[in-house]
């Protein structure tokens, strides 16, 4: 099992930045991907962006230039570190692993982004 511990959520005006923190801990393998999920009202969940254990990342088209995921693979821990924020980024952000051919979700954690 294991278990993601998200923070770093919060409210911002547009432009505005936000940096979030998933830890995992349990039985999490040296290969792995961690990353960020997102839900806004009324809308499917879609991914935001990952990062694998060998380095590798992948991005949403509506982030790429704003947001940066990295990852402390020592800690076991993801970061995403969110600029230049925009209204359509308000969701709750969901970390999420994959591990040993499992998948783990985090509780998630609300960003809000006003105009």
């Known amino acids: 099992q294991v278990q993601l511990v998200e923070s770093g959520g919060g409210l911002v005006q547009a432009g505005g930045s936000l940096r979030l923190s998933c830890a995992a801990s349990?039985?999490?393998?040296?290969?792995?991907?961690m990353g960020w999920h997102r839900q806004a009202p009324g809308k499917q969940r879609e991914l935001v962006a990952n990062?694998?254990?060998?380095?590798?990342?992948n991005y949403a088209d509506s982030v790429k230039g704003r947001f940066t995921i990295s990852r402390d693979n020592v800690k076991n821990t993801v970061y995403l570190q969110m600029n230049s924020l925009k209204p359509e980024d308000t969701a709750v952000y969901y970390c999420?692993?994959?591990?040993?051919?499992?998948?783990?979700w985090g509780q998630g954690t609300q960003v809000t982004v006003s105009s």
């Open positions: 999420k692993t994959l591990t040993s051919g499992r998948v783990f």
């Open positions: 349990g039985s999490i393998g040296s290969v792995n991907i």
């Open positions: 990062a694998a254990s060998g380095g590798s990342t």
